[in-house]
């Protein structure tokens, strides 16, 4: 199969995903600063970062093809869980997430010769409540140190979701079928 766009993205989960909707594929991985500005809205940073990663990536692509760049975070009363700083960091965000539902929003955005398209797509996810040993135990697991909102939902974290309400694909990493729509709008033919 040849090559028919760039995956802007050092994530295996992203990886997996889109090689599930049968294109073929090369990465590129650029650098993209992860702050979120005074006062800017949660669903205007997650879109602002999938298309500053495709727009970097298509900087470093070696060939004219699409390429396509996504963020994932987590928000709870409008406010963006990054990535826990600290055992104690992480255990508060899990604890915020305790017994409630919150939102995961990922964005994927498709550059090409033509501009830069981006779409978000945000998942209701519930929690059920979690005891101090549920959550002292998860920690130590390891799996919550380098994920947003403190969790994996397709790892051990998955135990916690009592409910979702969307997209699962979405909440790993890449929303399969409007990136699919999006390749496809973008002139990428998928398997
Ligand atoms: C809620 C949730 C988050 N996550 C986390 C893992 C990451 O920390 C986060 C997404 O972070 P991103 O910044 O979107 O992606 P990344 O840093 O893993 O990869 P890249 O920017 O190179 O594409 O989502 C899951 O893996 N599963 C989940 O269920």
Do not use: N
């Not at 993205?9 to 090369?26: C, D, H, K, T, Y």
């Not at 009363?77 to 965000?93: C, F, I, T």
């Amino acid at each position: 199969m040849t090559t028919a766009l760039y995956l802007a993205s050092a994530s295996p989960r992203r990886r997996e995903l889109l090689a599930q909707l049968g294109v073929s594929f090369e990465l590129v991985r650029p650098e993209v600063e992860e702050r979120q500005r005074p006062g800017e809205a949660a669903t205007d940073y997650v879109q602002r970062l999938a298309q500053s990663k495709a727009q970097a990536g298509a900087a470093l692509a070696p060939r004219p093809l699409p390429v396509l760049g996504g963020d994932t975070i987590v928000v709870v009363d409008g406010e963006v869980l990054e990535k826990p700083q600290s055992e104690a960091h992480g255990k508060a965000m899990l604890r915020r997430l305790s017994g409630r539902c919150h939102e995961v929003m990922t964005a994927m955005a498709l550059a090409t010769g033509g501009g830069c398209e981006v779409v978000l797509v945000t998942t209701e996810v519930t929690f059920r409540a979690l005891s101090e040993a549920d959550i002292d135990r998860y920690w130590r697991t390891g799996e919550p140190a380098d994920k947003a909102g403190g969790y994996g939902i397709q790892g051990l974290g998955g135990r916690f979701v009592a409910r979702i309400h969307g997209s699962y694909s979405a909440v790993v990493g890449l929303p399969l079928v409007e990136t699919e729509a999006l390749l496809q709008r973008g002139g990428v033919v998928t398997g």
